[in-house]
């Protein structure tokens, strides 16, 4: 008796439905997104890699002469003597030039004697040996007392060492001051460098390689040698 009317819903206009959904800009805005993940990643990786190459601190010591240590060119290989001598002499220098030299008094003065020659050499040595640290007094005849020595240089034959600075300073005929302090801390830091043979720890390489690329001319010895 009752008549139900059923409404079906209206059909839709489907025509248009990719704009809803605009394929094309999600294509377009997903590749840049990729790229730059990519090059994230690889920069970040490099960046890691190079950094452990900076900052490693480990060296090897071959036959107690040579310190062995990378770069980022590779491998190097540094003489150990005469890195020492590089780096002490540059510090000699330095302490000549501005009288800071640090002295450190013997509790028993050493006695030089020289020939006449010679005597006369070491009194023209004597101010700037001073700068370096050393206290020296005529005491005549050709004697000299060694009152202090630089610091650092210690339990070394402090007569041998002054002696073959005037050698030294005689054989090369110093008359001019520039060379005259060159062979005087080039002597010095001779004497006083590490020797071959010397085992050094870890700590002692890294301070010397850190010490050597700090000096003026770290390829060469003052006298030219690689």
């Known amino acids: 008796p009752f008549k ?5 819903p209206s059909k839709q206009d489907t025509s248009h439905w990719e704009s809803m959904y605009n394929f094309e800009n999600f294509e377009s805005s997903k590749e840049p997104n990729l790229v730059e993940i990519d090059t994230f990643e690889s920069e970040t990786l490099y960046a890691e890699t190079e950094h452990l190459l900076d900052t490693s601190t480990l ?6 002469k040579y310190i062995m240590t990378a770069s980022k060119s590779g491998l190097m290989i540094i003489d150990q003597c005469r890195a020492h001598v590089r780096i002490l002499y540059d ?24 020939p006449p020659s010679e005597s006369i050499v ?25 009152n ?21 300073s005689i054989e090369k005929g110093c008359n001019i001051e520039e060379d005259v302090r060159h062979y005087i801390a080039f002597s010095l830091a001779k004497s006083a460098a590490i020797a071959h043979g010397q085992v050094l720890t870890n700590e002692e390489m ?12 770290p390829n060469h010895t003052p006298d030219g040698k690689v």
């Not at 003065?109 to 020289?114: A, D, G, R, S």
């Not at 070491?122 to 060694?146: K, N, P, Q, R, T």
Request: glycine share 10%.
């Open 4 to 8: 139900t009317e059923t409404k079906r």
């Open 59 to 64: 060296h090897y010591q071959y036959k107690g």
């Open 91 to 114: 510090q000699y220098r330095v302490q000549m030039e501005n009288g800071t030299g640090v002295a450190q008094r013997l509790l028993f003065p050493e006695i030089l004697q020289l």
């Open 122 to 146: 070491l009194e023209h040595l004597m101010d700037d040996m001073h700068s370096l640290g050393y206290d020296l007094s005529v005491l005549g005849g050709g004697s000299f007392s060694i």
């Open 148 to 168: 202090a020595i630089p610091s650092g240089t210690d339990g070394m034959n402090q007569i041998e060492v002054v002696r073959g600075i005037v050698c030294a």
């Open 206 to 217: 890294e301070r010397l390689v850190n010490d050597l690329f700090t000096c003026s001319n």
